[in-house]
């Protein structure tokens, strides 16, 4: 890579929830090299100008998502240039829905458009509060290094009616995907990856985040910080989330028949 590695960080003074930045800490550890952009709400983004390897957006409340959908909205067709070029995205916990088509909370009452990048939904219920597990296979690492996450939200993610079907990030393996009756958890489009997981995502799975790293700039050998740590503490959530006891009954997708 001819430019330093470019990771932009989308409005962290509002995306800022559930630790879920630390994502973005870790890589910068295991890139000290790397350019972090913090794009500040009232700033224009940097993927709109010129080139950046990671636009990264992490969790944020239910105002925070109207006011990065109102920030974003301008962008869609930049956004969906670059996802089409290849360009990487990864969206964390509910930053997945302000792409999407709408977003609806009878509890607050109110309806909005997302920025419209991708045909789904989501339908928040603020005393409807789902808690989970998530454990599944992505194809960088296989079943040997299966992710794992976990799922704390009001809102539930759908496909619009009509629109085709979305390939996910994982299909649960247990857990519960988009919404409590499918196991298709997320959303990927080329090297765009949108989440509901938190962990943070990157922290928890380091043989993710070692591909990651590798499809930012091939020309790399990927190194993970605190590596034997990390591996570590990945081995040990693993043997927990394969012990069938530590799953509760609800963590599981409901039939719909």
Request: glycine share 10%.
């Amino acid at each position: 890579m001819s430019r330093a590695l470019t990771i932009e960080v989308l409005y962290p003074e509002i995306a800022n929830l559930h630790g879920d930045n630390a994502n973005i800490g870790y890589l910068a550890q295991c890139r000290p090299d790397a350019r972090v952009i913090r794009t500040g709400l009232t700033d224009t983004p940097a993927f709109v100008a010129g080139p950046v390897d990671l636009v990264y957006l992490g969790a944020m409340t239910e105002q925070g998502q109207l006011k990065a959908i109102e920030r974003l909205r301008p962008h869609r067709d930049r956004i969906e240039a670059l996802i089409d070029a290849g360009t990487a995205f990864l969206f964390t916990h509910n930053a997945l829905e302000v792409l999407g088509a709408r977003i609806r909370n009878d509890d607050m009452h109110y309806d909005v458009p997302g920025v419209g990048v991708f045909g789904f939904e989501s339908t928040l219920r603020m005393f409807g509060r789902y808690n989970g597990k998530v454990m599944g296979t992505v194809p960088e690492v296989g079943v040997e290094h299966p992710v794992l996450g976990y799922k704390s939200q009001f809102s539930m993610v759908s496909a619009v009616p009509g629109v085709s079907a979305l390939p996910g990030f994982l299909t649960a393996d247990r857990g519960i995907g988009r919404n409590m009756s499918t196991d298709v958890e997320g959303v990927r489009r080329g090297s765009f990856i949108g989440t509901s997981l938190l962990g943070p995502l990157l922290i928890v799975n380091p043989h993710f985040t070692r591909s990651l790293l590798a499809q930012l700039d091939p020309n790399s050998e990927p190194t993970l910080a605190h590596e034997q740590f990390a591996l570590a503490a990945y081995e040990a959530r693993l043997s927990d989330f394969r012990d069938e006891r530590r799953w509760h009954r609800f963590e599981r997708v409901q039939s719909t028949c």
